[in-house]
């Protein structure tokens, strides 16, 4: 099935138990100006917070400078549609937890960048990221709902009236749980060989 913005938007209004639909992406009515106004924000958000394997990429990035701080050996560039950086690759398909490459995350004047203290044999970096796909026809059942709850989160205060009846709040409580269920089902969906660290191990190296 293909989904759509407008689907999106009228499943995040009945959440909100409004029973007003909007009939175009373009329609000027109260509701539909609030919806657009947080649509790419909801997008966003739910593809960072969640592990959505239409939205995984890969990129081997190239040195952009060696040493650019007291703490990094190497700094890179990252791609423009680049939301986070979920791991960098060593090219061991079942690296645990506890054996995957330290980085963090920066910006300059010119955009994202990469800092670690590896390179890979082509003296490059290697990464695997979420990318912002905004492309519905690529969404899954379970993203479609959990951007719907975070949209409907979002956008309670201004459509019901300041959300006496917790229903954004309620939203946002099953924008978590669609959130979990995502890990859960790309967990699943993998089989990489030997089994990475079980949720135990997990926890305690946090």
């Known amino acids: ?14 959440f ?10 373009t329609e000027r009515s109260p509701e539909a100006e609030c919806l657009k106004r947080l649509y790419d924000t909801s997008i966003l958000t739910t593809l960072s917070d ?3 394997p239409f939205a995984r990429r890969f990129k081997s990035l190239a040195l952009l400078q060696e040493d ?3 703490e990094w050996a190497y700094s890179f560039r990252l791609p423009i549609d680049c939301l986070n950086v979920k791991r960098i690759i060593t090219g061991v398909k079942s690296d645990t937890l506890s054996g995957r490459v330290p980085f963090i995350q920066g910006s ?7 800092y670690c203290d590896i390179l890979n044999s082509d003296g490059e970096c290697e990464i695997e990221y979420t990318a912002a796909i905004t492309d519905t026809k690529y969404f899954s059942p379970t993203f479609v709902l959990a951007s719907a709850f975070k949209l409907a989160a979002l956008a309670a205060p201004r459509l019901t009236g300041g959300d006496a009846n917790k229903l954004g709040a309620n939203a946002e409580v099953k924008y978590q749980r669609h959130i979990d269920m995502s890990k859960a089902q790309a967990y699943n969906a993998e089989q990489t060989g030997i089994p990475a660290d079980p949720e135990s ?5 946090r």
Do not use: Q
Request: glycine fraction near 8%; avoid cysteine.
């Open 1 to 14: 099935m293909v989904f759509s913005d407008l689907h999106i938007w009228n499943l995040a209004l009945s």
């Open 108 to 114: 300059d004047s010119a955009g994202n960048l990469l």
């Open 68 to 70: 650019p701080t007291s």
């Open 201 to 205: 191990i997990r926890e305690r190296n």
């Open 16 to 25: 909100l138990a409004i029973g007003k639909e909007v009939a175009s992406t």
């Open 50 to 52: 969640g592990d959505w």
